[in-house]
């Protein structure tokens, strides 16, 4: 449900059940990248770079938040293929957690933005240039086990 949880280390997170996102993941020429989205500084967290995600509804589980937040923020991402994997749990002392489902879409493609009073910006990145981002810091602290799981999946 969206709303905020208030935390004593990190302040507040969105979302009074937890939140959740998706990564998606594309190999275009051999080259492995990964489709972020940059928050609007009028969101929290504002001018970092982070999954496209959000607030965990009643009676969802985190793989159909991910989906539906990822269908609401950007326009013709093809998901409907993915499959819930593996995924990265992002947990914080208040309780709250953010999963992260990496997927991998075809072929890497313009994305455009649907909801821009959220997301400035969606940007396939070289995965080897991700840390080069102001990631967000939930994300910045998930990315060397969210990258192992990518390229495990691809590899397999």
Same mark, same amino acid.
């Given at each position: 449900?969206?709303?905020?949880?208030?935390?004593?280390?990190?302040?507040?997170?969105?979302?009074?059940?937890?939140? &959740?996102?998706?990564?998606?993941? &594309?190999?275009?020429?051999?080259?492995?990248?990964?489709?972020?989205?940059?928050?609007?500084?009028?969101?929290?967290? #504002?001018?970092?770079?982070?999954?496209?995600?959000?607030?965990?509804e009643?009676?969802?589980?985190?793989?159909?938040?991910?989906?539906?937040?990822?269908?609401?923020?950007?326009?013709?991402?093809?998901?409907a293929?993915?499959?819930?994997?593996?995924?990265?749990?992002?947990?914080?002392?208040? #309780?709250? &957690?953010?999963?992260t489902?990496?997927?991998? *879409?075809?072929?890497?493609?313009? *994305?455009?933005?649907?909801?821009?009073?959220?997301?400035? !910006?969606?940007?396939?990145?070289?995965? !080897?240039?991700? !840390?080069?981002?102001p990631?967000?810091?939930?994300?910045?602290?998930?990315?060397?086990?969210?990258?192992?799981?990518?390229?495990?999946?691809?590899?397999?």
């Amino acid at each position: 449900m969206s709303g905020w949880v208030m935390c004593a280390v990190h302040g507040r997170h969105w979302g009074v059940q937890g939140a &959740a996102g998706l990564l998606p993941f &594309a190999v275009t020429s051999g080259r492995v990248q990964v489709l972020l989205a940059l928050r609007s500084h009028g969101t929290h967290q #504002g001018g970092t770079w982070g999954t496209v995600g959000g607030a965990i509804e009643p009676g969802e589980t985190p793989w159909q938040a991910a989906v539906r937040e990822a269908n609401e923020e950007a326009a013709g991402l093809e998901v409907a293929e993915a499959q819930a994997a593996e995924s990265h749990r992002y947990g914080c002392v208040s #309780g709250w &957690a953010y999963v992260t489902f990496p997927v991998r *879409v075809p072929p890497a493609s313009p *994305v455009p933005i649907r909801s821009n009073w959220e997301t400035a !910006d969606l940007r396939w990145i070289a995965i !080897d240039e991700v !840390d080069g981002y102001p990631l967000h810091p939930a994300l910045a602290e998930s990315w060397p086990e969210l990258r192992k799981l990518i390229e495990d999946r691809i590899a397999s």
